[in-house]
């Protein structure tokens, strides 16, 4: 029962120490990103809301590390709660983005004829509304609450991935054992599911972790300006914003909140370039 | 002659589907923005208003008409300019659209200027020392910067250029610029924010479309018969990567729009996505509905121009 996870994290830590460096520095604040996610609000010095300091834009010291906001609040406390609400969020929306996007594009490629037709032109649409203008206009429309902002990345990054999922199956598709499931006169949901899905895994990982960087920067910010998340609760975006006053002061509760996310997307980028570098380099070989 | 013909229609087709797409993305606006019925005329009037003058102003707005009718009038309304009235500003939006959008051509004008030249350099010097020091410096660099939020951009160039060296004012209002000095000082930030991201993403791509050329046989065989590295890139490569690079220039000048919005609400940038913004906070509709559609038409004309400058570039369509 034990060698299971223990051959897993054996293998987890050969792939994590054959990267590059930039690999590595990504791989270290993605897990960094995701135990705040996790832990953030239980491991928080102060709470949340509470007004801890008379010092308002305070600098960063011994008692509050990362200084004070607007308010005189913990600005360390505030990130690892707004962290979780970000990573969280974005989370939701790429997973829904990828999810979705493979099954039709497994659908358009399987069933190919006009299906693939219609739906490929329908995303071809689609794509062509910057996802910031339809995230404005979803907001103008229906006001912003959290299910409208996850539905509206979900909604803004389907295509995309509809698109490299559908390129991988039409590929996979042509590969002589899915030719061989057909002429055995297996069904389009078992071709689908059992022959091809299983082959564009590891592409389409790929391709959610961009999706998760996209839907960040996304909604992070919609938060700065304002239509994002909404106080009471707060993501990253938001402390940028109600922090913005702070900026001519050089407080450092308008940079902090700002950096956290750069670290966050930053390294998702650079550990997905580390992993499909390792990929290809592996193919090549 | 045929292969004229056939590039005339790639051509003409690839126009058709551009104009296609965009009745699609408007029926998408349209749709979303009126999902929710009849609100305009409440909202124009306040709580206060009776049932009555909600109903006649309703009737005078058209709302009490069948969607596809509004749709059909509202689209008709883009084509000859009539975009309707404001509610907030009480005044056509044609008239803000007018006031504002220059300002956003200017500053899109002004970021290309500066970004394409340095993103251009930065890209094919990547390609020509592919595997290098200089290269994979670059391919971090930029591969950092592309998922850096415009936000952390722009707070630290404010931090530092306004606040600890204080060159340049932290806002931009472009209201009356007199002389070159004063120019530069209101654009520097700015477009110096926009450039960051735009720089990243255009060098990447050059890089991309040089070494695709490089790798072709008949760069192989002019390094075959001696040419020196530099000729080989310049002579040999850049012209036939040139229809690649203004495709990769194109797409990469897309992510403006993006940024601008970013951009022009924290410099105070009176353009028009700030003033889209601010409509939408106020969820002034006629303003959102006009500037999503200017947006996503310049959007689409940005990528229409990226695909014609590869179809007209494409040597195999040009000569033979």
């Known amino acids: 029962m034990s060698a299971m996870p223990l051959a897993l994290a054996r293998s987890g830590w050969r792939t994590a120490s054959s990267l590059p460096m930039a690999g590595r520095v990504g791989l270290f604040f993605v897990v960094l990103w995701l135990a705040v996610a996790m832990l953030g609000p239980s491991i928080a010095p102060h709470d949340v809301g509470a007004v801890v300091s008379p010092d308002v834009f305070g600098p960063l010291s011994a008692a509050f590390p990362l200084g004070t906001d607007y308010l005189g609040r913990d600005m360390l406390s505030r990130i690892l709660h707004a962290a979780r609400f970000t990573i969280g969020l974005a989370l939701v929306a790429a997973l829904a983005a990828s999810i979705t996007g493979t099954t039709l594009a497994l659908l358009a490629a399987t069933a190919g004829g006009w299906i693939d037709e219609v739906m490929s032109r329908l995303m071809d649409a689609f794509i062509s509304i910057p996802s910031k203008m339809l995230a404005l206009v979803m907001v103008a429309a229906f006001g912003s609450s959290v299910p409208l902002l996850i539905l509206t990345a979900a909604l803004s990054y389907t295509p995309g991935a509809y698109r490299i999922a559908r390129s991988l199956a039409v590929n996979v598709k042509t590969l002589e054992y899915v030719l061989a499931a057909r002429a055995r006169g297996e069904g389009l949901a078992y071709i689908a599911g059992v022959e091809i899905l299983p082959n564009m895994v590891n592409p389409m990982l790929a391709d959610f972790g961009l999706r998760f960087v996209f839907v960040v920067l996304l909604l992070s910010g919609m938060s700065f300006l304002g239509l994002g998340v909404q106080p009471p609760d707060a993501d990253l975006g938001s402390l940028v914003r109600e922090n913005i006053g702070g900026l001519f002061e050089g407080a450092p509760a308008v940079v902090t909140p700002a950096i956290a996310i750069a670290t966050l997307t930053v390294s998702v980028n650079l550990l997905i370039d580390a992993l499909s570098g390792r990929a290809t380099r592996a193919a090549e070989n | ?320």
Request: charged residues 10%; hydrophobic residues 55%; proline residues 5%.
């Open chain 2, 1 to 320: 002659m045929a292969d004229k013909a056939l590039a005339a229609r790639l051509v003409l087709n690839r126009i058709g589907v551009g104009a296609l797409t965009l009745l699609v993305v408007s029926a998408v606006i349209f749709t979303i923005t009126n999902l929710l019925p009849g609100d305009a005329a409440q909202e124009a009037l306040g709580q206060s208003a009776t049932p009555e003058t909600v109903a006649a102003l309703r009737a005078q707005l058209g709302l009490d008409k069948p969607g596809p009718i509004r749709y059909a009038s509202w689209l008709g309304g883009l084509v000859t300019g009539n975009l309707g009235q404001s509610f907030t500003a009480s005044m056509p939006v044609t008239e803000l659209v007018a006031t504002r959008l220059p300002k956003s051509l200017l500053l899109a004008a002004v970021t290309a200027a500066v970004s394409v030249p340095i993103a251009l350099a930065i890209g094919i010097l990547a390609a020509m020392g592919r595997g290098g020091a200089l290269d994979r410096a670059l391919s971090l660099a930029t591969l950092s910067m592309v998922a850096v939020p415009e936000f952390l951009v722009a707070t630290i160039a404010v931090l530092l250029f306004a606040v600890k060296l204080r060159w340049f004012p932290a806002l931009s209002n472009a209201v009356d610029i007199q002389d070159a000095g004063q120019f530069f000082r209101t654009y520097a930030m700015p477009v110096l924010t926009l450039c960051f991201v735009v720089i990243a993403q255009m060098a990447r791509m050059t890089r991309a479309a040089v070494i695709d050329q490089l790798s072709a046989s008949y760069v192989e065989m002019a390094v075959l018969k001696g040419a020196r590295p530099a000729r080989v890139a310049l002579r040999h490569a850049l012209p036939n990567a040139i229809g690649p690079i203004a495709n990769a220039v194109a797409l990469s000048l897309s992510y403006l729009l993006g940024g601008v919005v970013i951009v022009e609400t924290i410099f105070n940038y009176p353009g028009l996505a700030s003033l889209m913004v601010d409509a939408v906070t106020n969820r002034d509709m006629p303003v959102v509905q006009a500037c999503a559609m200017i947006f996503c038409f310049a959007y689409l004309l940005l990528v229409l121009v990226a695909d014609l400058v590869a179809i007209l570039s494409n040597p195999r369509l040009r000569h033979r």
